[in-house]
């Protein structure tokens, strides 16, 4: 059987440099897929979708409120050619109702053992218009290896270097941050991975540098040191989401190759300027992720926070403008009272401001926006601060002997060198 999984695409962050990462939530569910399934993958940000083929079943992969349009667009399109669709992916839980208006079947939920059952009531037909296991886990040790030979992974490269390949060691936060729906979608459990399954996956991918997806890595101490303790022997290098603040754990990061964190910026305080210097004694580089338009930020305060990003040296920074996405306290508070401008879901890509701030006019935030990322890249652009970080990472291969040159790799596949 046929089965055709689309990835849809979607504008990126104005202001930053264009780039696009090997997705995850796709290969993840190709993995889930019963063996009988002749699957081909299109990833809608890299090539373009080509609907004159005949799949007997389409597959649309969402992450992002900002894929929804696009997606329903892609499904309306098979369907009046009478090809069955099915959604599943994260943003296909948060807008599973208005979803279901343009699908045969939404899953949500999590994947892992239960595609055989869709899969039968797709061939018997008797698809149901919803299946429905949100918060209803399957166990950690059946997720993965994630299918990533479905990826065709020359698309995946940035002036000749390869992107990083994403990987996951846990679901689940234990966090319930205000802008944020994981809560929503995983409750508030941590939900590790066994250690040898996550190792045996990191193993098999090839490429030296990662992107460990999980939420938060510094969620339990002990779990993430012995995880650490475990991908020592791999020499991989890889970026993730925060790491605990302490300098055993940063210690142990450091020697299992943490190469740079994304670290959520959200005031000026000493507790910020040390958790980076930290981060930075251990040579972990930081990517500063910084969320504009709180309800207690003036254009004074974000002005400050600009400062105070060049004076603490941040490697690189993300500006994003808060965003209520559906399924958060942020969206219920905006939308209770009445502050929401903007329903239009191909605006929520975080550099559009869709609801009234409570100190600026939206159109002044959106002003503040580009003058952050503006001010933060006038003395060195976004890709000379990216080279720098990269050229860190090189060194570090070139040191335990993990270097590949992926650019001669790729002309030798292209021109068969
Ligand atoms: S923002 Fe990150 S740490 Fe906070 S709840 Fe969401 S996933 Fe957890």
């Given at each position: 059987m046929k089965f055709k999984l689309i990835y849809p695409k979607w504008r990126k962050l104005d202001s930053q440099t264009e780039f696009h990462l090997p997705p995850h939530g796709p290969v993840v569910f190709a993995?889930?897929?019963?063996?009988?399934v002749d699957i081909a993958f299109t990833d809608e940000n890299v090539e373009a979708v080509n609907f004159d083929d005949a799949p007997d079943f389409v597959g649309i992969s969402m992450m992002?409120?900002?894929?929804v349009k696009r997606g329903w667009e892609i499904a309306d399109a098979y369907r009046e050619r009478g090809i069955k669709v099915i959604f599943g992916g994260i943003a296909a839980m948060l807008h599973a109702e208005e979803t279901m208006e343009h699908a045969d079947a939404v899953f949500l939920g999590e994947a892992e053992g239960r595609m055989g059952a869709v899969f039968d009531d797709f061939i018997n037909g008797r698809l149901k218009e919803s299946y429905d296991f949100l918060l209803d886990f399957p166990p950690t040790?059946?997720?993965?290896?994630?299918?990533?030979?479905?990826?065709?992974?020359?698309?995946?490269?940035?002036k000749g270097v390869q992107m990083v390949d994403l990987a996951h060691a846990s679901r689940g936060c234990r966090f319930n941050c205000y802008p944020c729906c994981v809560s929503y979608l995983g409750g508030r459990t941590f939900r590790p991975r066994p250690y040898d399954r996550v190792v045996e996956e990191l193993a098999g991918i090839d490429n030296n540098r990662l992107f460990l997806?999980?939420?938060?890595?510094?969620?339990?101490k002990e779990w993430e040191m012995g995880l650490f303790r475990e991908m020592i022997p791999l020499k991989k290098k890889w970026c993730s989401h925060p790491i605990e603040d302490d300098p055993a754990v940063l210690d142990l990061a450091a020697q299992a190759g943490a190469w740079y964190v994304y670290q959520a910026?959200?005031?000026?305080?000493d507790y910020i300027r040390e958790r980076i210097r930290r981060y930075h004694d251990h040579g972990i580089g930081v990517e500063g992720t910084i969320l504009l338009?709180?309800?207690?930020?003036?254009e004074d305060y974000i002005r400050r926070l600009i400062d105070f990003l060049l004076e603490v040296k941040l490697d690189v920074a993300e500006f994003t403008i808060l965003t209520p996405f559906p399924h958060t306290r942020a969206f219920d508070d905006f939308h209770r009272e009445g502050r929401?401008?903007?329903?239009?879901?191909?605006?929520?890509?975080?550099?559009?401001?869709?609801f009234q701030p409570r100190h600026l006019s939206p159109e002044r935030l959106q002003e503040l926006y580009y003058h952050a990322w503006e001010t933060f890249y006038r003395d060195e652009p976004q890709n000379y601060k990216m080279f720098k970080l990269l050229k860190k990472v090189i060194e570090r291969e070139k040191a335990d002997n993990t270097f590949k040159h992926r650019r001669r790799d790729l002309m030798n596949r292209t021109f068969g060198k």
């Open positions: 993995a889930t897929l019963p063996d009988d992002l409120t900002s894929q040790e059946s997720i993965g290896p994630a299918r990533r030979a479905i990826l065709n992974r020359d698309l995946y490269c940035y997806v999980d939420n938060s890595l510094a969620q339990d910026i959200f005031d000026t305080s338009g709180l309800d207690h930020h003036t929401i401008i903007s329903y239009d879901w191909n605006d929520y890509t975080c550099d559009r401001v869709v």
